[in-house]
């Protein structure tokens, strides 16, 4: 038997002895066997002196109750004198019923909502006078009508925290909703870095794919933003584990942190701020007419922007953004073309005799003299209409190519070196 059924169980056992209880007071009437001249002279008699209560409760009682009883008694029988529970019990008596039922609505359409987000949404649609019914008014109902949220994880709590924005950011990625776009459903991701300083969310994102590419996307964008952090705290997904990524942070001077396998708790303040958005933002959004990412995206920075970076952050005292301005002059920023620089892809390639090289099955034409040669190329990922030819892995950029065109190439005349005298017997190369 579990907790709740036992419960259940003792309400029941009580009072059905609180109605044979008052049964017995006025048996004597139901059953004709008072002594008295008149029904109401028993009742007087019997309410003359306390009874106990089941359960041990000494009262006194007035000839109208038993009265009152006695008439239950004989229209409805003994179950007539079972206890009543109260008629707006799991309502409230400051909240209307229509707002009792947009409560309700509420919470089937967004399982997860806080009841402080209810109860703002009351106040702007206007089922709810801030005068008339406070938040505690609110959840007192959820907790008498059930509507409380269950099995909820309790709050982080970390055992670290940097002193300075920019110290170090923490990234994550999080399930984001299933949008209808192109006539099909698509699971969403949302990418997130956040100062662990001011918990200000430095730049999020959502895509359609949870890769390596999107996450430094993210970062780019991030770092444009708000300067360079001198660390990152990331988990050990391949997003975060790759070379590319390992080439980016010490092109721009940043530590790369690992958390342990298995131990999410290192980034409580990523999973801290998911919460905060799921509750405040994702739980309470009705994503059936979002059909774009740009639609998703533009309505998570105007909640960052009026909401999750511009509120007073219980932990800091202040707004995260008010926390990360404090430390301005310590921060790091870079150009625009040195980001982008820093964030291009690397790798190498042996060029072909005819003065090619392949990237992703797309052949770029080089210089001539690279004949035979192993180069450094570099590239962006999101765009692979050109390359580039590096001197080594941290060199300068030397060259610009693009990919080969054929059919232009057979039209252009050929400067070749023929040695006729090797084909006479001489050595004269024309």
Request: net charge positive.
């Amino acid at each position: 038997m579990t907790k709740e059924t036992g419960k259940e169980a003792a309400d029941s056992e009580r009072d059905r002895k609180t109605a044979l209880f008052k049964f017995s007071l006025i048996a004597p009437v139901v059953a004709g066997t008072f002594t008295q001249a008149t029904k109401m002279d028993y009742y007087k008699e019997t309410c003359s002196r306390e009874h106990l209560f089941p359960g041990g409760k000494a009262v006194k009682l007035s000839p109208l109750t038993l009265k009152k009883w006695y008439w239950l008694y004989t229209s409805g029988g003994l179950e007539a004198l079972l206890p009543k529970t109260r008629s707006d019990l799991g309502g409230s008596r400051v909240l209307s019923i229509d707002a009792c039922r947009q409560i309700e609505a509420y919470r089937k359409q967004f399982p997860h909502i806080t009841g402080r987000k209810i109860y703002e949404k009351l106040v702007e649609e206007g089922y709810v006078k801030k005068e008339a019914a406070s938040l505690d008014s609110l959840y007192r109902y959820l907790k008498a009508a059930g509507l409380t949220r269950e099995n909820m994880p309790p709050k982080e709590c970390l055992a670290f925290e940097f002193e300075h924005a920019n110290d170090c950011w923490q990234a994550d990625t999080t399930f984001g909703p299933t949008i209808l776009c192109g006539g099909k459903h698509r699971q969403t991701y949302l990418i997130v870095f956040i100062d662990d300083a001011s918990r200000l969310i430095v730049h999020g994102e959502f895509f359609f794919e949870d890769n390596a590419l999107n996450m430094q996307k993210t970062f780019q964008k991030a770092i444009l933003k708000f300067g360079v952090p001198r660390r990152i705290f990331v988990d050990n997904g391949c997003s975060y584990r790759n070379n590319q990524l390992d080439w980016i942070c010490a092109e721009l001077g940043i530590v790369k942190i690992h958390s342990r396998p298995y131990h999410p708790q290192g980034k409580a303040k990523c999973e801290r701020s998911h919460r905060t958005e799921k509750d405040r933002w994702m739980n309470c959004t009705d994503w059936n007419t979002f059909h774009s990412l740009e639609d998703v995206n533009d309505s998570y920075h105007h909640f960052l922007d009026a909401e999750y970076n511009n509120t007073l952050h219980s932990s800091i005292g202040m707004t995260p953004r008010e926390r990360y301005l404090k430390d301005f002059d310590t921060l790091r920023f870079v150009e625009k073309s040195v980001a982008e620089e820093s964030f291009l892809h690397r790798i190498t390639r042996k060029v072909t005799p005819t003065a090619t090289v392949s990237l992703f099955n797309i052949s770029y034409e080089v210089p001539q003299h690279y004949i035979g040669r192993t180069i450094h190329l570099r590239y962006r990922p999101e765009d692979m209409s050109e390359i580039y030819i590096y001197a080594g892995e941290s060199g300068k950029r030397l060259h610009t190519v693009r990919p080969v065109r054929k059919l232009d190439n057979a039209k252009r005349k050929r400067r070749a070196n023929i040695s006729y005298g090797e084909m006479d017997g001489g050595g004269a190369d024309v």
